[in-house]
């Protein structure tokens, strides 16, 4: 079967350091995706990986492990406006399945 | 500038009432989607098209149907609404014709069926 695992919610102060986790287990892996997004608005785009390692683009960074089927998201320096669901999305045998999102809260 | 558009942006209903939700994207992309978020259970996919007169199911594909006559246009039809199709839902786009490029969202659709 096709499974995605991510923490429902998360807690983090400004200006702090985040990590959140994706695990999956799915029948072919050809690449995952993280996407933004704030309530009641569409999912953006933040990232990409297909081979193994991190990707870094700005306050964001994404690492990929495919032998562990696990990636993460990190983002540095926490504002505010990071408060939002982080939606892992995993490409498995041509097809997009979704993880249920990890809602982040950024606190003063 | 390159956007997915859809309409209604809210819509109340009532059971049994057939309606249709439009989506168009300006950006020539060959694949097009419908997911429907709820709460607890994450975006799940209803139907998908690669291409022109190409349609296929996705993961929760009963009570609708979808049609793609043009290549921008991905309408998503309700013939029969009933309560348990009260969601928000989102129509995307993709470049490459398997949808495994970055997907491009509509701002949603609030959907409530009484």
């Known amino acids: 079967g096709q499974n995605i695992d991510q923490p429902t919610e998360m807690t983090a102060t400004e200006g702090a350091i985040v990590q959140i986790n994706c695990t999956y287990q799915?029948?072919?892996?050809?690449?995952l995706f993280w996407y933004q997004q704030h309530a009641g608005e569409a999912p953006t785009f933040l990232s990409y990986?297909?081979?193994?390692g991190l990707e870094e683009k700005g306050r964001f960074s994404s690492f990929l492990s495919r032998s562990k089927g696990y990636s993460y998201l990190l983002l540095k320096e926490l504002q505010m406006k990071d408060s939002a669901s982080y939606l892992c999305?995993?490409?498995?045998?041509?097809?997009?399945?979704f993880g249920t999102g990890t809602l982040l809260a950024v606190q003063p | 500038e390159a956007q997915v558009t859809q309409n209604p942006r809210y819509l109340i209903t009532v059971t049994g009432k057939k309606l249709t939700v439009t989506c168009s994207q300006n950006?020539?992309?060959?694949?097009m989607s419908w997911y429907r978020q709820d709460p607890g259970l994450g975006l799940r996919q209803i139907y998908y098209s690669m291409n022109v007169e190409v349609t296929d199911k996705g993961d929760v594909p009963e009570g609708y149907k979808v049609s793609r006559k043009e290549k921008r246009n991905f309408p998503l039809i309700l013939e029969s609404p009933s309560p348990n199709q009260t969601s928000l839902y989102f129509c995307?786009?993709?470049?490459?014709?398997?949808?495994?490029?970055?997907?491009?969202f509509g701002p949603g659709t609030r959907l409530t069926v009484l």
């Open positions: 995307a786009s993709s470049f490459g014709a398997m949808g495994t490029d970055t997907q491009y």
């Open positions: 990986n297909v081979l193994d």
């Open positions: 999305a995993v490409i498995a045998t041509n097809k997009l399945i």
């Open positions: 799915t029948s072919g892996f050809n690449g």
């Open positions: 950006m020539n992309h060959e694949y």
